[in-house]
């Protein structure tokens, strides 16, 4: 098991290696003419910022000599990962539809995943300057004012300063607030949302992309988030260790069960999420 000296030696190198991601985003996020769009074997768009973030966590991360596991690199063998027992799982630039549309709501994911579960993780928001970090046990907290930089050298204790706890709330909401995925809606999205307002009609529906959700719901900004399109391992494992160590759960529809990691399918189950004084 890692243990805290491990930690906090792996924390700045986590942490750095999602600003400077942030930094190679932001970079193509200000020039859309030079985005250079394409589809991947899944149907969903790749732009430049994505390949340049895949890059520059890569070059980061590789001095920690642990491997990666990311969307851009989902091409890896099952027979070649399935017996790491430490690992990066890592989204470079998640909300790539909504980064091409061009309304912010994208986020760079990176989780420490030992033994297939996640121990430490960071989702960055580069618009916004917000970095969210959970420590497996610990706790997870939002730190603002980070800017993109591709030079990012935080350290240990200046990652520290300045750090909020979540969630943000000390109680519940008056108006409870379900978040939904502005790109990616179903029916059975609208059903499991009535469902949830049967005891609070007035309940507010938000739409929001990105693993951006997760934080909203560790902050208690909002309450409840269902999801009934596919996902993958490297879109939720980060934010989910944010919102467990905020109080909240995540679970798979209809089962109830916990989400699996480094499976030999990548993509995860329908979910939904609750913070931690969710009353739906």
């Known amino acids: 098991m890692i243990n805290d000296e491990v ?3 792996l924390l700045p190198s ?3 290696a999602a600003v400077k991601a942030g930094a190679a985003i932001m970079k193509v996020y200000k020039h859309r003419e030079d985005y250079d769009i394409s589809v991947k074997s899944d149907k969903t768009p790749i732009t430049v910022a994505d390949r340049l973030a895949h890059d520059s966590i890569k070059e980061s991360l ?7 596991l990311s969307e851009e690199g989902r091409e890896m063998l099952f027979d070649e990962r399935r017996n790491w027992d430490l690992f990066w799982l ?4 998640d909300g790539t539809v909504e980064f091409i549309k061009g ?3 994208f986020t760079v994911n990176i989780a420490l995943m030992e033994n297939n579960e996640c121990v430490a993780s960071v989702v960055y928001v580069p618009y916004l300057d917000k970095i969210y970090v959970a420590d497996k046990g610990v706790g997870s907290f939002v730190k603002t004012g980070v800017k993109p930089d591709a030079n990012a050298a935080y350290t240990y204790d200046s990652i520290l ?3 909020r706890r979540l969630p943000l709330i000390t109680c519940a909401n008056d108006r409870q607030r379900i978040a939904v995925s502005r790109s990616h809606q179903t029916p059975e999205t609208s059903d499991y949302v009535d469902a949830a307002r049967r005891n609070y009609p007035d309940a507010e529906v938000i739409e929001q992309g990105s693993s951006y959700k997760f934080c909203l719901l560790a902050e208690g900004v909002v309450d409840y988030y269902v999801r009934t399109t596919h996902t993958y391992e490297w879109d939720t494992a980060a934010g989910e260790l944010i919102l467990s160590e905020a109080g909240g759960y995540t679970q ?12 030999e399918d990548l993509r995860n189950p329908w979910f939904v999420c609750k913070s931690k004084y969710c009353l739906l």
């Open 7 to 9: 930690k906090r030696f």
């Open 14 to 16: 986590l942490f750095n």
């Open 62 to 68: 590789g001095a920690t000599r642990i491997p990666i």
């Open 90 to 93: 890592v989204d470079p630039l």
């Open 103 to 105: 309304n912010n709501e």
């Open 161 to 163: 300063d300045g750090l």
């Open 252 to 263: 798979a529809l209809p089962t109830g069960e916990a989400f699996r990691y480094n499976k």
